[in-house]
């Protein structure tokens, strides 16, 4: 462990708490700059999964969209400690923790100062009425299309939210884009964490749902132009399964199973307005997915195609 990574265990109570941390040269916040916003709920017995998700999608975001600021919200727990372990070895710079447990109410409260929110990324459990999990304590650990003051959310008019959790395109998104006004993309089914392979492909990580020869990447040279170690939390994706949801919530046997994220554009507007934010919207989101081969400004729709 670095000597960054002992002092932030060490700062860390041991309670719920949250951490704001950025990825860039600076380690201080501009709510005034285009911002990617990432937010990290709590994970359970799923470890460090959803935080090396967000680091992902980060560092591609860094790659695409290099001025624009990107800043991650990171619930830290006291039974697995995941943020206080890996956030400073993957390269963020830690901006503030709070002792606080990680409730909607905080986490609006800091959303509402950005004034251009570019994206919005949300790794956590999802659940069809309860929302987003950032705690699993109450009601207001769950952020949903149900949180108050979401119509205030200041995104820029290409803006879009991403939640990557499960089951989270059947009534949460739909309701988050007509409330925020801009593409939210959701899952019709549970979603699993994959990892890049040395064969050039990425597999979901349970056993027997990859290849029985060979191993999993140490570095990734198939997502970004300039390979970066898995160290730093590059290596993880989450997709939707290819087949309807079956477990905790119940057994989905219709409007599910699409194997990727649905775009959802509710908002009110002329329909001419909604196609167009909704495909500049679907551009931006594919851009930042993680997959077998880097989107650049020369890509061609089959490169587009591949990525999907």
Not at 28 to 47: H, K, P
Request: charged fraction near 20%; hydrophobic fraction near 40%; include cysteine.
């Amino acid at each position: 462990m670095s000597f960054f990574s002992l002092l932030f265990a060490l700062l860390i109570p041991s309670s719920n708490a949250f951490l704001i941390a950025t990825l860039g040269d600076s380690s201080t916040v501009d709510y005034t700059q285009e911002t990617d916003v990432f937010v990290v709920g709590y994970a359970g017995d799923l470890g460090s999964g959803f935080l090396r998700t967000a680091a992902t999608l980060a560092y591609k975001a860094k790659e695409q969209y290099p001025h624009r600021q990107r800043v991650i919200f990171v619930e830290n727990r006291e039974k697995d400690k995941t943020a206080s372990k890996y956030v400073s070895a993957m390269g963020f710079n830690l901006v503030m923790f709070d002792s606080s447990a990680f409730t909607t109410s905080l986490l609006m409260n800091n959303l509402l100062k950005f004034k251009k929110i570019t994206s919005m990324h949300v790794v956590t459990h999802g659940a069809l009425e309860n929302g987003l999990g950032l705690t699993d304590r109450d009601q207001d650990g769950r952020w949903s299309y149900k949180t108050k003051k979401l119509n205030k959310l200041n995104f820029t008019d290409d803006g879009f939210i991403v939640l990557h959790g499960c089951n989270t395109g059947f009534w949460q998104a739909p309701s988050f884009s007509k409330l925020i006004g801009v593409p939210v993309f959701g899952s019709l089914t549970a979603t699993n964490f994959q990892q890049p392979f040395e064969d050039g492909e990425w597999y979901f990580h349970d056993e027997k749902l990859y290849p029985n020869k060979g191993s999993f990447l140490t570095i990734n040279d198939l997502s970004f132009k300039d390979a970066i170690s898995c160290s730093k939390g590059a290596c993880y994706r989450l997709k939707a399964d290819y087949f309807t949801y079956n477990g905790y919530w119940g057994d989905f046997e219709e409007g599910g199973g699409l194997s990727f994220l649905k775009a959802f554009c509710t908002f009110d507007a002329d329909q001419s307005v909604r196609d167009e934010k909704c495909l500049k919207a679907m551009v931006q989101q594919i851009k930042v997915f993680p997959s077998t081969i880097p989107l650049n400004n020369d890509s061609t729709i089959d490169d587009y195609k591949t990525v999907i």
